[in-house]
């Protein structure tokens, strides 16, 4: 008997029926605890396999241990006066059964619902759950156009017997066929044992009646209906389609499960391409390379970085090429936050720092940096595009979404110049185990190219986990503000770096990015005098933790070289940071500005060039590549690489200021100062305007040097200003007592500038002066 409104089940009270079928009675009730809006599903009538009471328990079961967002979620699971009904999220909207019209549903929506139900999928799958009756019916599309897949009643629990979501028993009992035909595969009426590529194959059917308006197999009776779906083609699409879509849909509906796609998440990746318009709209996105399948089971957390081909991380799956592919080069593009969140996007970002950071330890491709990829964040274009402008051979794009106290990460590794998906998977862990998870990632990626893991590969790409895995979530809050490059940005990012270490002080990973975050501060708010010190304190600190830390050994670089005037020490980091981190750009950055201080000008640009490459955005690393070339004094040839620089890069400052600095040398000073002053426009920074205020007073213009040098010692009296800044407007007016005035105190607050006293050419009057060689004995520079 239906029930009626009003009726109490328990705690809930019935409001209305809203549906029903041979799997159960759905009504809509009110939790009158919670005061919220349910829906209540009692048994339906007995089925010849199975009890009614069994059915209801089993989708309770099976659905309860799915959490994501395209998934109707259980709440519990209750009985009164001997009636057993489950209750679930009340889902608002219509099925999507009611929202496609018989000419189809636009390509865009197509793909979009297409993309959320792939999602759901293999999120069941990786959970150990087929559906088993997926359909139209069965997903509900919300106001906000969120499909919600619904009805987990015929869903099965997969047996791992070592073959990737294989079953060991049939999906029905001899004699009977459950779900709804139309949409069932062909491997489901001849009784073999259930997959996860019978869910595909559902998918397939779906995506056509979208694309469509009707199903590709139409019988007038059961039996001419299984057989067609048995033994005839699909029907074929509208001929407006493009073949990219068709690809996809005749992929999923391949009668043979083998060829099929092997996972939701290759059809994912799939209908991703398509949006993203990476794949052609006339072309048919090429198979995933076969991979041999390896058994997914469940795994506690282990060592960082230590994943075997075998593993499994709460049901995302690991699988492995059978061999290497030789590549030179790899781009991780920034991860998609899918939440759309503002809130979330540090965890995107720095799960995108974390599998650069970690697949660059390696040292066997070239790994694009972070600043490069991160100019690709929000941006729509064909992979084949952006391959060309970062020259890389292969690409790995993804995305995070969380959910509740739930991340997963979706990553796919594609060959660029191909647009060939070669793999793809999902990977889904505690918020609390983020740390682990985009180790995971990581070490899949890296073991699809390698083919395995070496024993040093995996020491490589090891790091220590925090002990409290909050901690690392604060830890790359603090990153995602450092990589904003705003002093409001680091000082926030210094609170959350001192909130991680107050919920462990043995993490050192935090350690680094405070000492990072320190440098960022130095000769910007306050002088090198006063934060290198914090520099130094926070990088040894993350050493003592782990010994591992390119960041940190770069810091003590910095702090050796800028500040104790120990050279010998400061090559000694700057290795061993390499050895660490091959394709760390700004240590290789700092490394060559170092090897010009020294002289050693064709080391010097064999390192900007390498982290040019490693960073080929990076407008500062490829303004670097002239730097040794100032330093010979090869002035034509700077001019030259920088005058093309101000085409490409009309708004970097650093650019016009470099080569308005060249024009000096070469006594073009009507040239230098529009460039200087140009540079001054995009950005008044006291070291350009210094150098502006030198090309004024070496043009004879000394009124405006004059004041220049006024507004610079005004400044420096409120807040930091280089000395250096201020030495070489006096070095231009031929005032060298002044001069040493202001290069003594910036030897005091050890300006950095004082590093390149040996090469820089605005010392050159100076350099006869016996104070400039106590000077450069000062800073160890006499040897």
């Not at 010849?48 to 659905?63: M, V």
């Not at 998918?203 to 197999?217: D, Q, S």
């Not at 010190?533 to 003590?556: I, N, W, Y």
């Not at 200003?721 to 040493?740: K, M, N, Q, T």
Request: proline share 6%; with cysteine; charged share 25%.
């Amino acid at each position: 008997m239906p029930l009626e409104p009003g009726v109490r089940l328990g705690a809930y009270e019935v409001i209305a029926a809203i549906g029903s079928g041979g799997m159960g009675v759905v009504y809509r009730a009110r939790d009158t605890r919670l005061g919220r809006v349910v829906a209540i599903k009692l048994a339906g009538e007995a089925a010849a396999d199975d009890s009614p009471g069994r059915r209801l328990l089993r989708e309770a079961q099976h659905a309860s241990s799915l959490n994501h967002p395209n998934i109707c979620t259980i709440y519990e699971i209750e009985q009164s006066d001997g009636q057993l009904y489950i209750v679930l999220e009340y889902v608002e909207g219509q099925p999507l059964s009611a929202v496609i019209p018989k000419r189809g549903l636009p390509l865009e929506t197509v793909v979009a619902f297409g993309l959320q139900i792939a999602d759901a999928l293999e999120h069941a799958h990786a959970h150990g759950v087929i559906h088993r009756d997926l359909k139209p019916a069965n997903v509900v599309i919300t106001p906000d156009r969120r499909a919600k897949v619904l009805d987990f009643g015929l869903s099965q629990r997969i047996w791992h017997d070592g073959a990737a979501y294989s079953a060991t028993i049939p999906v029905t009992q001899p004699g009977t066929v459950a779900g709804t035909i139309a949409y069932m595969a062909p491997e489901v009426f001849r009784g073999v044992p259930a997959d996860a590529r019978c869910d595909l194959w559902s998918l397939g059917v779906m995506l056509h009646e979208m694309a469509g308006g009707a199903l590709p197999f139409q019988g007038h009776t059961e039996f001419e209906l299984s057989s067609r779906i048995l033994h005839e083609p699909p029907a074929p699409l509208p001929a407006h389609l493009p073949q990219s879509i068709r690809a996809v849909i005749d992929r999923c509906l391949v009668k043979n499960p083998d060829d099929r796609f092997p996972r939701a998440a290759d059809v994912r990746a799939a209908l991703d391409a398509i949006r993203s318009g990476r794949a052609p709209l006339d072309a048919a996105p090429p198979r995933p390379a076969r991979a041999r399948r390896v058994v997914p089971y469940a795994v506690a957390l282990v060592a960082v970085g230590v994943v075997v081909a075998a593993l499994v991380a709460w049901g995302g799956r690991l699988r492995f090429a059978s061999s290497s592919r030789a590549i030179d080069s790899l781009a991780v593009l920034p991860l998609e936050n899918l939440s759309h969140d503002e809130r979330q996007e540090y965890l995107a970002d720095g799960m995108t720092d974390a599998l650069i950071t970690t697949l660059s330890k390696l040292g066997a491709w070239r790994v694009i940096s972070r600043t490069s990829v991160m100019q690709y964040k929000g941006v729509r274009k064909p992979l084949r595009e952006i391959a060309r402008t970062l020259d890389v051979d292969e690409i790995v794009e993804g995305s995070v979404l969380q959910s509740g106290d739930r991340v997963r990460i979706s990553a796919q590794l594609i060959k660029a110049a191909s647009d060939q998906h070669l793999w793809a998977e999902s990977y889904e862990r505690d918020a609390r185990d983020v740390f682990q998870l985009q180790s995971d990632v990581a070490s899949a990626v890296a073991t699809q190219i390698r083919g395995t893991l070496q024993p040093r590969d995996q020491q490589r790409m090891q790091s220590r986990a925090p002990a409290n895995p909050a901690a690392y979530d604060l830890y790359m809050r603090g990153r995602y503000h450092v990589n904003q490059f705003t002093i409001q940005n680091t000082n926030q990012a210094i609170g959350y770096f001192q909130k991680a270490i107050d919920l462990d002080p043995t993490y050192g990973l935090v350690f680094a990015g405070l000492a990072d975050a320190y440098y960022d501060l130095s000769s910007v708010v306050a002088s090198p005098r006063e934060m290198m010190p914090k520099v130094r304190a926070a990088a040894m600190r993350a050493l003592q933790l782990d010994e591992h830390l390119a960041e940190a050994h770069t810091d003590l670089a910095l702090v050796s070289q800028a500040y104790d005037y120990n050279w010998d020490q400061a090559e000694v980091y700057y290795k061993r940071a390499l050895e660490l981190n091959p394709n760390y750009a700004f240590a290789r950055e700092m490394y060559g500005a170092y090897l010009s201080a020294r002289g050693r000008f064709a080391e010097s640009r064999d390192q900007f060039k390498q982290a040019h490459t490693m960073d080929p955005l990076a407008p500062r690393a490829e303004v670097e590549t002239a730097m040794p070339f100032l330093y010979q004094g090869r002035y034509e040839e700077c001019a030259q690489q920088w005058r093309g620089m101000t085409r490409t890069l009309p708004d970097f400052y650093p650019v016009h200021a470099f080569l308005g600095i060249t024009y000096v040398q070469q006594g073009r000073f009507t040239d230098a100062i529009a460039a200087l002053e140009r540079a001054r426009q995009l950005e008044n920074v006291p070291w350009v305007s210094g150098w502006l205020g030198h090309a004024y007073a070496k043009a004879g213009r000394r009124a405006e040097a004059a004041r220049i040098l006024d507004d610079l010692r005004d400044r420096a009296a409120r807040e930091y200003v280089l000395p250096y800044s201020i030495a070489i407007i006096h070095i231009a007016r031929g005032e060298h007592d002044e001069a040493f005035k202001w290069l003594d105190k910036g030897f005091e607050q050890r300006d950095e500038q004082l590093t390149m006293l040996r090469v820089d050419p605005v010392f050159a009057p100076l350099r006869a002066d016996p104070r400039f060689k106590d000077l450069l004995r000062r800073v160890r520079l006499d040897r």
